[in-house]
């Protein structure tokens, strides 16, 4: 027999000095493991009864849940009502990831019990606006790779017909009307235009959700002084801030290189010690759009151009701009520690 939402509520209320509830999230319901006192017990939840589930809390409970696309709202409900939230991140929480026995109640007890033993791998938590630019900035990368592909495509459909196309034909409107008058046959034709047409329809959304990141953007500190690194744009600042939040969270800026995955891999054994290629742990997109900025903040800064000449030299291109960027990023850290604003960041010059 079903228990009744009230019959839920006493359950949840029961006193306790501390309760850990590890909680497996999913899109239409969750399930509740609550341990106390080295016992758990169970109860599942639909998402519509989570204004109820939040109001049986207690002031000293601890919560988990692992970190997915509706985490966000479901700790926005619960935020105060309980003496700690913790969100999981579940690529280095491999207890779950890599179980061979893999069900719900497994993974909210393993929750539970490691929160009580404060041994799971938290994520940071943002703000709301930090974070939404966030998923902003993701949309529109996805957007652009989209684009990118249906190029791809049409430089495919003229090769095997004997056109070669050049980048710059595809780079603007005006540009990409000419390839109309191609003779093609009338398959290829309509496969022309089909393609054109997805183009055309992802520029301008390409472009909506870029002037609504950017206006967005200006609202978050920081931005005014991250713009006036020469090389980081509007929609550059918009997704490093996201990616970075409040930079006092970061102790120094090796703290934050580590963050974003621009740090070598170290294998210690005995009396060995290797270092290898950087992690990619943390945020794609940020860690590619801050090479993107280190490409062009070389161009600019003769400090970060003399730095890259001599890695380069020494150990090629390749580890010369990885090692750019993460010199770039300490400027970045500093900047937003310090709230510099570059006068001149060609010679270092900041505004009084």
Known sequence: ???????KSILIKENSPRRYLGVDLHRNSFLV???????????????????????????????AVEATGNTRWFCR??????????????HQFRVISQSVKKTDRRDAALLAEYLEKDLLPEVRRKSDQASELAQGAQARDQLVKMRTMLKNQLHGLFSSYGVLLEKKQLASRKQRARLGQIPLPPLAD??????????????????????????AAQNLPGHE????????????????????????????????AAYFGMVPRVNNSNETEHHGRITRRGNKLAR?????????AKRYSPFLSRFYERIQRRRGAGKAIVATARKL????????????????????????
Not at 1 to 7: F, I, P, S, V
Not at 83 to 88: P, S, T
């Open 77 to 90: 409900t619960v935020a105060g009502r309980v003496r700690r939230m913790v969100v999981v991140n579940p």
């Open 33 to 63: 493991c609550i341990r106390e006192q080295g016992q758990a017990r169970f109860q599942r939840w639909s998402l519509e009864q989570l204004p109820e589930f939040a109001a049986g809390l207690q002031a000293e409970d601890k919560m």
């Open 190 to 215: 309509v496969q022309r235009r089909v393609l054109l047409g997805q183009i055309e329809a992802l520029e301008g959304s390409i472009a909506e959700l870029e002037r609504a990141i950017t206006g």
């Open 288 to 296: 590619t759009t801050l090479v993107q900025c280190a490409l062009i």
């Open 329 to 352: 990023l300490t400027i970045i850290y500093y900047t937003l520690k310090n709230h510099w604003v570059f006068s001149d960041f060609a010679a270092f010059a900041v505004e009084a």
């Open 1 to 7: 027999m079903k228990e009744t939402a009230r019959q």
């Open 225 to 256: 002084n991250l713009v006036s690194v020469k090389g980081v744009g509007s929609l550059s600042a918009a997704i490093l801030l996201s990616a970075i939040g409040p930079v006092e969270d970061f102790p120094d800026p090796a703290h934050l």
